[in-house]
């Protein structure tokens, strides 16, 4: 599912076999011409695969590491499109 707040909020929802979960893409006014984006990710783990899946991806750091690269992206992009704001 995909629910959007135009101008200051877009959250996926999804889920396999091992998860359901929640990606909220929230955008916030800095100042004029700033925004700042945060990402919020919220997660199920069901059963015990669920909780070597988490293990696996969230225990570690690798969502932290997907997420903060994700955010680097979509800065550097905006960053380098003139008048992008």
């Known amino acids: 599912m995909i629910a959007a707040t135009t101008g200051s909020e877009l959250a996926l929802e999804g889920g396999h076999h091992f998860s359901t979960y929640a990606l909220i893409f929230r955008l916030?006014?800095?100042?004029a011409g700033h925004t700042r984006l945060r990402a919020e990710s919220r997660a199920v783990f069901p059963g015990r695969a669920g909780a070597v899946y988490r293990l696996l991806v969230?225990?570690?750091?690798?969502?932290?590491?997907?997420?903060?690269?994700?955010l680097?992206?979509?800065?550097?992009?905006?960053?380098?499109?003139?008048?992008?704001?």
């Open 28 to 31: 916030d006014p800095v100042d």
């Open 58 to 70: 969230i225990d570690t750091g690798g969502h932290v590491v997907g997420v903060r690269r994700l």
């Open 72 to 85: 680097s992206a979509v800065r550097t992009r905006t960053e380098s499109r003139p008048g992008a704001a």
